[in-house]
């Protein structure tokens, strides 16, 4: 079964950073694609940013430049730094795995980690 654990977040002003991490168990982590999804109050859940098996990464094009997709496959972790952050970050932030090495649907999800950042 696969499980995802997101931590790291928390409430920050604008212009600081945050690093948020999800622990992935269930399965062999480095096979497979994962990313980050954010949900803010009243708007649909968004891709923020993924990694490939391979450590290719694409970012939304609201966070290119300022945030950081990252894998650490020997211990099962992604990761998603965030720099200069914006009132406009402020969100749920979920970590997802896709379903199969060859699937490109995000399957699995972790709970949400919140993130909040005051002007």
């Known amino acids: 079964q696969v499980q995802l654990v997101e931590s790291g977040g928390g409430l920050v002003q604008a212009g600081d950073s945050l690093r948020l991490s999800c622990a992935a168990s269930g399965r062999i982590f480095r096979l497979y694609k994962m990313g980050w999804f954010r949900q803010a109050p009243g708007q649909q859940r968004e891709l923020v940013a993924g990694?490939?098996?391979?450590?290719?990464?694409n970012y939304a094009d609201s966070v290119k430049g300022r945030f950081t997709i990252s894998r650490d496959n020997a211990k099962n972790t992604v990761y998603l730094q965030m720099n200069s952050l914006k009132p406009e970050d402020t969100a749920v932030y979920y970590c997802?795995?896709?379903?199969?090495?060859?699937?490109?649907?995000?399957?699995?999800w972790g709970r949400g980690t919140q993130v909040t950042v005051s002007s």
């Open positions: 997802a795995t896709v379903r199969s090495v060859w699937s490109q649907e995000y399957a699995y």
């Open positions: 990694i490939t098996s391979d450590g290719s990464t």
